[in-house]
């Protein structure tokens, strides 16, 4: 049952997720221009973190991605950039209006990259739009809560993702 979670890019996209949600999280209570530095930091130090989690899965005996998985996560990052463009300039110049948008183009490209990363990410992506709605429905919780659980949903759903790293390699022999 636990291999169902896990395919050859799981731990990367934890480890990638774990520094997101870290970064999420510290940057959501201090000012942007310190904040956005953090979130930089963030995405630069966990595209690192990939290549390395790549490597030592490598190391460990873990499936190579095929092809198909690696083209089936570019293509909604293309989207999300895409949405990023051409959709976030249309909403509102608000502050938490534009991070609810932000929060919820994140969370809808997660659920396509099931296929490479495997189910989690796309329960992690359905959590994401929650709470973007969550933040449309409820006018009251502040673009930094929401931002800060956001953040903590990456950094949870990374950690579970990334034990993918520590399992035993998978076994050829046939399975009952």
């Known amino acids: 049952m636990l291999t169902r979670l896990y395919r050859p890019m ?36 966990g595209a690192l973190a990939i290549m390395v989690v790549s490597l030592v899965g490598r190391r460990r005996g873990l499936p190579k991605p095929s092809t198909r998985d690696i083209v089936l996560v570019w293509i909604p990052v293309a989207v999300e950039a895409a949405a990023f463009l051409f ?17 919820a183009i994140v969370g809808a490209h997660f659920l396509p990259m099931a296929w490479s990363f495997g189910p989690l990410i796309a329960v992690l992506g359905l959590c994401c ?29 990374g950690l579970a993702m990334f034990a993918a790293l520590f399992r035993s390699p998978p076994s050829l022999s046939p399975t009952r």
Do not use: H
């Open 129 to 157: 739009l929650s709470v973007a709605a969550a933040g449309l429905l409820i006018p009251t919780i502040p673009a930094e809560v929401l931002i800060a659980t956001d953040g903590a949903l990456k950094l949870c759903f």
């Open 87 to 103: 959709l976030v300039p249309m909403v509102p110049n608000d502050f938490r209006a534009r991070m609810i948008a932000i929060l």
């Open 10 to 45: 799981t731990a990367g996209g934890g480890a990638f997720l774990i520094c997101v949600g870290a970064a999420l999280i510290s940057a959501a209570f201090i000012p942007w221009a310190i904040s956005g530095q953090i979130l930089i930091a963030g995405f630069v130090i």
